[in-house]
């Protein structure tokens, strides 16, 4: 392991490229190459490994950067890339295919505001558009969180019961272009826990058609089959987490992580790097005796709904922090969370009596100790929930 200070792009670039050279013994690995700020680095990084057996497209769009990625995964490759924002949205249509084709791509999403107007600052809104695709979706709160999630997104999608892309989100600038002190893992331990890719399906130089037309009871046993292997992803996760633990010698959270729930009656939910800043008031606040708990957002997709009773249904009063909007409805975290507080998966012993959401930190908006204290103390003041709020300074 060697300890370096390093921005998150370099943490993200540095463990991408050995996660592909890992692979040189099998398939070898394939990069979709497209810059766009706050990620460009991470292609930047890419382009100048020397892979022993592996290649980083430069292609001229976001489109095509994925559909390289889908090409050399079909090939057997290990293959990833990286967007954020609009560039995103312009690959949209084949991070869909790649879900539906079943390929283990990892995309390394940098939070990045969607416009226009034009924004370059994190909101998570850009990644959280993707929900709807067939995609495993880890977010991340710091430079370690990262590289560890990073590794645990392949061996994860790269599961034969699994055989699903990942997504892991990074907050833009926040993460990207600072700077932290890193356990960057070395080529050895990487091979060590990362299993040779071996695609199935993949094509084997025969003349065949991918993706071709299907009726419509296919269809439906197709998605039954992704819902199938998104149910099995807590499970597989947890294995995965033993043998990082086993490999690099420390455990990483897995689908969340609940601090000071168990006698909270109030409680923060939040991802990315918020959970920072939200961690140091809720640890304030219970050392002046406030029975305040934290719940840090890791596995957005697939969403363990039980994982979030489980930790939630104890508490009084919840507050979500959305750094998302989804236009008519509210934050797409709260959303979830609504759903995960409703029966199948709690009946008569859920004591929440307010859960509210707050749009937070929207476009890149600090989010500070003081934006913190006035969401607890509105969410002190209210008998019942109402709708999402926005927490802004007006302009």
Same mark, same amino acid.
């Given at each position: ?68 990625? %889908? ?8 293959? &990833? ?48 558009? !993707? ?22 997104? &392949? ?50 130089? +025969? ?38 633990? #086993? ?37 304030? #606040? ?5 029975? %305040?708990?934290?719940?840090?957002? +890791? ?12 930790? !939630?249904?104890?508490?009084? #009063? %919840? ?13 797409? !975290? ?6 995960? !507080? ?54």
């Amino acid at each position: 392991m060697a300890r370096s200070l390093v921005t998150g792009n370099h943490a993200a670039g540095h463990t991408l490229a050995l996660a592909g050279e890992a692979n040189r013994a099998a398939r070898g690995c394939v990069c979709g190459a497209y810059p766009i700020t706050p990620q460009t680095e991470i292609i930047e990084f890419l382009r100048s490994f020397p892979f022993s057996k592996g290649r980083v497209v430069p292609v001229e769009s976001e489109h095509s950067a994925m559909a390289v990625c %889908i090409g050399g995964a079909l090939a057997g490759a290990r293959t &990833f890339t990286a967007s954020s924002a609009n560039g995103l949205a312009y690959m949209t249509e084949n991070v869909f295919a790649a879900g539906y084709y079943r390929l283990p791509i990892v995309l390394i999403g940098v939070n990045r505001t969607l416009g226009p107007p034009w924004n370059i600052w994190v909101d998570q809104g850009d990644t959280l558009a !993707l929900r709807d695709a067939a995609w495993l979706q880890f977010y991340t709160e710091s430079h370690q969180d990262l590289v560890d999630t990073i590794l645990l997104a &392949f061996r994860v999608a790269e599961d034969p019961r699994i055989l699903l892309p990942a997504l892991v989100a990074e907050d833009g600038f926040v993460v990207s272009h600072t700077q932290m002190v890193v356990d960057l893992p070395e080529l050895p331990q990487v091979e060590k826990f990362l299993r040779p890719c071996d695609l199935p399906h993949r094509l084997r130089g +025969k003349g065949v058609t991918v993706g071709g037309m299907i009726f419509p009871q296919d269809t439906a046993h197709h998605r039954h089959e992704i819902q199938a292997a998104m149910d099995r992803v807590p499970a597989v996760l947890a294995e995965a987490l033993d043998e990082f633990e #086993r490999v690099f010698g420390r455990r990483p959270h897995g689908v969340l992580s609940a601090e000071h729930t168990e006698d909270a009656e109030t409680v923060l939910v939040a991802c990315n790097t918020m959970v920072r800043t939200a961690r140091t008031v809720v640890e304030q #606040r219970r050392a002046r005796g406030e029975r %305040i708990g934290l719940v840090k957002v +890791k596995l957005f997709r697939p969403f363990p709904r039980r994982e979030y009773a489980r930790v !939630l249904k104890g508490a009084r #009063r %919840i507050a979500v922090l959305d750094r998302n909007h989804s236009p008519g409805s509210g934050g797409i !975290l709260w959303q979830e969370i609504a759903a995960s !507080l409703r029966p199948p998966y709690v009946n008569g012993d859920c004591r929440v009596e307010v859960l509210q959401d707050y749009l937070v930190g929207l476009g890149g908006g600090d989010v500070t100790p003081a934006v913190l204290d006035e969401i607890l103390a509105d969410l002190a003041g209210r008998k019942t929930a109402g709708e999402p709020e926005f927490k802004e300074v007006p302009l």
